[in-house]
């Protein structure tokens, strides 16, 4: 059984950062692709960033070029979103996604087969 699990959220101010994690049971990253995506409620799960290991470029948001990092512990299974500068409008639960099906793309959250429970991540100004 695939279970994805995240951690790392919390509230900061602006300007501070956060380090996300998400580790993967009964599943290896690196077999396909795997993102980060945000959500609050009323809005559209937004994807954040992302890789597919085949093409091994990891792509960002424009809202986020430049203050996030997503990377990859192979050994341990985990990928992280280092997050810094953060901005008020980044508040969301942050979920990781794995396992995009054939017709998806990075950022199509419909196609992805696995979902971790999401972890808050709040930024007062």
């Known amino acids: 059984q695939v279970q994805l699990v995240e951690s790392g959220g919390g509230s900061v101010q602006a300007g501070g950062s956060l380090n996300l994690s998400c580790v993967a049971s009964g599943y290896t990253f690196s077999r396909d692709c795997v993102a980060w995506f945000r959500h609050l409620p009323g809005k559209e799960r937004e994807g954040v960033a992302g890789i597919c290991y085949g093409g091994g470029i990891t792509e960002y948001v424009d809202s986020v070029k430049g203050r996030f990092t997503m990377s990859e512990d192979s050994a341990k299974n985990t990928v992280y979103l280092q997050m810094d500068s953060l901005k008020p409008e980044d508040s969301a639960t942050y979920y990781c996604?794995?396992?995009?099906?054939?017709?998806?793309?990075?950022?199509?959250?419909?196609?992805?087969?696995?979902w971790g429970q999401g972890t808050q991540v709040t930024v007062s100004s």
């Open positions: 996604a794995a396992d995009l099906r054939n017709g998806g793309k990075l950022f199509t959250s419909d196609y992805y087969n696995y």
